[in-house]
């Protein structure tokens, strides 16, 4: 079983930064795969990074390469996705998710194939 909470999310004006945080609560000796998506109203969801159990392998998204990072410290079972040089169109609601996995080095990119979702933390950015 897994329970996600997100953290971190506010209001920014364009240009600026922000690190958002999920805190994963699982079973002791699972391994993780975890990724963001967004969603903004009237949009489809859209992936946002991957990153393995291990953190060994990641991947971010066409719309967010060069400006955010996904990083996780296990020992916290924390994954963070920091924001920068952040616009408009990166204004949505945040979803952290997970999947058990077997691999250290998996990685998934599909929404479908996450298996616990935290209820979502909102980004505004606008002047």
């Known amino acids: 079983q897994g329970h996600l909470v997100e953290s971190g999310g506010g209001l920014v004006q364009p240009g600026g930064s922000l690190r958002l945080s999920c805190v994963l609560s699982g079973r002791t000796g699972t391994m993780y795969s975890m990724a963001w998506f967004r969603q903004a109203p009237g949009k489809e969801r859209e992936l946002v990074a991957v990153?393995?159990?291990?953190?060994?392998?990641?991947d971010i998204g066409r719309s967010a390469k060069g400006r955010f990072a996904i990083s996780r410290d296990s020992a916290r079972n924390t994954v963070y996705l920091q924001m920068n040089s952040l616009n408009p169109e990166d204004t949505a609601l945040y979803s952290c998710?997970?999947?058990?996995?077997?691999?250290?080095?998996?990685?998934?990119?599909?929404?479908?194939?996450?298996?616990?979702w935290g209820r979502g933390t909102q980004v505004s950015v606008s002047s």
């Open positions: 990153i393995s159990p291990s953190g060994s392998e990641r």
């Open positions: 998710a997970a999947r058990e996995t077997r691999t250290a080095a998996d990685i998934y990119y599909r929404a479908e194939e996450y298996h616990y």
